[in-house]
């Protein structure tokens, strides 16, 4: 069990806490993060917070691993800028790949990954380093996910797809097969894309529309009261 150190106090890093506790797949010994989001109490589910800047300090690479946990801030930038520090600090890159994920043997997949419960990545696909797939994600089979991407819940990718690096998946988006997406685009929740595109392209889906009565008078109108 790798000793390691989690960057992020927010909630991606909560969410990885618990997964990874629960999971017993990595022992969490500290957080790290920069000084302006250190906590008041120092600590973080129990765990000492160092400053970034003097991790080595306390936590030397040589003796522990870090995995980066923080969001999508700025397609990704942050996340990829703090993952290039922290190996250019030394530090071997963790993942966590959750026992619930379909994964299978064939799984090919760089460094500082984050697969939670439910996702399934089929034969023949290639995550690049510091992916997150959330939960229920499917990325069909020899799609290739480039760096520093993000793919919220409920997405769906097909086979033989491309998604270029450090962009960003909403909410239950589908990308048809062989569709290949350039990279920093942004695809918002529900966005269906079934042609290539462009890099920096952005696919933002319409809200479905507010009915006109508000919940206690559609209930006196529907069969669900």
């Not at 797809?161 to 569709?179: I, K, W």
Request: proline fraction near 3%.
């Amino acid at each position: 069990m790798a000793k390691i150190i989690v960057f992020g106090t927010g909630k991606v890093a909560d969410v990885l806490y618990h997964h990874v506790v629960a999971a017993k797949q990595h022992d969490i010994v500290a957080f790290t993060t920069d000084v302006e989001h250190l906590p008041a109490a120092g600590t973080f589910h129990d765990r000492p917070v160092v400053p970034f800047h003097q991790v080595v300090d306390s936590f030397p690479p040589d003796a522990f691993q870090m995995l980066v946990a923080i969001g999508y801030h700025g397609l990704n930038a942050l996340r990829a800028r703090r993952y290039a520090e922290a190996k250019e600090k030394g530090y071997t890159m963790a993942s966590y790949i959750s026992n619930r994920a379909c994964v299978g043997n064939w799984l090919v997949a760089g460094d500082n990954c984050i697969i939670l419960d439910g996702a399934t990545v089929e034969p023949g696909v290639r995550l690049g380093n510091n992916v997150v797939l959330w939960s229920n994600v499917l990325i069909g089979h020899h799609t290739t996910i480039a760096d520093h991407v993000w793919i919220a819940a409920n997405s769906t990718f097909g086979g033989s797809a491309f998604l270029g690096e450090r962009s960003f998946v909403g909410l239950g988006v589908t990308v048809g097969h062989e569709v290949e997406i350039g990279e920093q685009s942004f695809l918002g929740s529900g966005a269906i894309v079934t042609k290539c595109a462009d890099a920096k392209s952005v696919f933002i889906e319409k809200n479905t529309d507010l009915f006109r009565l508000n919940s206690d008078m559609y209930m006196k109108i529907s069969k669900l009261r």
